[in-house]
């Protein structure tokens, strides 16, 4: 009974926490490796590109909700994310136009077009604080616990529950099914492998026919497509802060590099790896460990390895291990 009850702490707490926030930064990273894939160059302005979908969507949410529009029990956020989809594309796509146009017909270093997308990062930040403000926003409606922790421990008989969030379950479904609809579309059709064929060999792909411009719009469009999502996911599922965008670039670059950048199915399995990683480190043991020892034992601390206040400090360590150990990534890929 004991261990079981240590099992649903552990779940509660770790588990079921860091396979939804492993979505949000598979989400993130697929479109990090997709430009890089594509475009060849780290995209410094895709948590930024994140936070402006999941700010349109944030708007949109309100209108909806002060119209007495719902989906109840499900989160009116669901109604309004197309609409911050559409406007994130349209926010890559002149982004892309009205700035790395121009460097990609310059065949700038990768050096250059990673320098010019932090300064259309602080540009797509000044925007986002003037309209929405630096302050945190909750936009969350409808059920909030698919199972509740007094639920699971009846059902359970045990002391420990397992809740899960009603956030959580659409962040891994939405997820699970914008993924499989990645891969069939790289795949399966011809702009997929068009855009494969182009990341694989871009001066062959031109002798083949393919049209550069069209394989770069698709690009941004799938790339502001996954940001939109992923940051309206992670903003319903915990609380919208503009500035936690910035510091989410850290572990989504970790996975993409840890993976193997360049590599969609890397980025996923980076991403996951990256998430339990963070939640397993800044997780505290007390109480998982008192249930495992003699009765009445506990161990004097929390036995936890790092505050949450360090959890990107996670993602750093394997940023820098990787690079210095294996900089291809788990699956082999293209070197940063």
């Known amino acids: 009974m004991e261990i079981l009850n240590a099992l649903a702490l552990f779940a509660n707490f770790?588990?079921?926490?860091?396979?939804?926030?492993?979505?949000?930064?598979?989400?993130?990273?697929?479109?990090?490796?997709?430009?890089f894939g594509i475009l060849r160059f780290a995209n410094f302005a895709h948590g930024e590109l994140m936070s402006f979908g999941a700010m349109i969507t944030i708007l949109v949410t309100w209108f909806l909700q002060n119209m007495g529009v719902s989906i109840a029990p499900f989160p009116t956020?669901?109604?309004?994310?197309?609409?911050?989809?559409?406007?994130?594309?349209?926010?890559?796509?002149?982004?892309?136009?009205?700035?790395?146009?121009?460097?990609?017909?310059?065949?700038?270093?990768p050096i250059v077009f990673a320098i010019v997308s932090v300064g259309v990062m602080f540009l797509i930040a000044g925007i986002i604080r003037i309209v929405i403000g630096p302050a945190d926003?909750?936009?969350?409606?409808?059920?909030?616990?698919?199972?509740?922790?007094f639920d699971?421990?009846?059902?359970?008989g045990v002391d420990e529950g397992i809740a899960i969030k009603q956030s959580q379950l659409i962040t891994v479904v939405v997820t699970a099914v914008v993924v499989a609809w990645l891969f069939w579309f790289l795949q399966k059709t011809r702009s997929g492998k068009a855009m494969r064929a182009y990341s694989d060999d871009e001066d062959l792909a031109l002798l083949s026919g393919i049209n550069p411009e069209r394989v770069v719009m698709i690009c941004w469009v799938i790339a502001a497509?996954?940001?939109?999502?992923?940051?309206?996911?992670?903003?319903?599922?915990?609380?919208?802060?503009?500035?936690?965008?910035?510091?989410?670039?850290l572990p989504i670059f970790a996975a993409t590099i840890l993976g193997g950048i360049g590599q969609p199915v890397g980025a996923i399995l980076g991403a996951f790896i990256v998430a339990f990683s963070e939640v397993t480190v800044t997780?505290?043991?007390?109480?998982?460990?008192?249930?495992?020892?003699?009765?009445?034992?506990?161990?004097d601390g929390l036995v936890q390895l790092l505050s949450t206040d360090y959890k990107f400090a996670v993602s750093f360590i394997i940023l820098v291990a990787v690079l210095l150990i294996r900089p291809t990534g788990i699956i082999r890929g293209k070197v940063i």
Not at 229 to 240: E, H, M, P, R, W
Not at 283 to 299: E, M, Q, R, T, V
């Open 283 to 299: 997780y505290a043991f007390k109480k998982f460990l008192a249930y495992l020892g003699p009765a009445d034992w506990a161990p």
């Open 14 to 35: 770790v588990v079921v926490p860091a396979t939804a926030y492993g979505a949000q930064l598979a989400l993130g990273a697929l479109g990090v490796t997709l430009i």
């Open 77 to 109: 956020a669901l109604l309004a994310l197309p609409i911050g989809v559409l406007a994130t594309i349209s926010m890559a796509l002149v982004m892309d136009r009205m700035v790395f146009r121009f460097y990609r017909k310059q065949r700038s270093n």
């Open 137 to 149: 926003q909750s936009f969350a409606d409808g059920q909030r616990f698919i199972i509740g922790a």
């Open 152 to 156: 699971s421990r009846k059902a359970l």
């Open 225 to 249: 497509a996954l940001a939109a999502i992923a940051g309206t996911l992670y903003g319903l599922d915990k609380t919208y802060k503009p500035f936690i965008f910035l510091q989410i670039l």
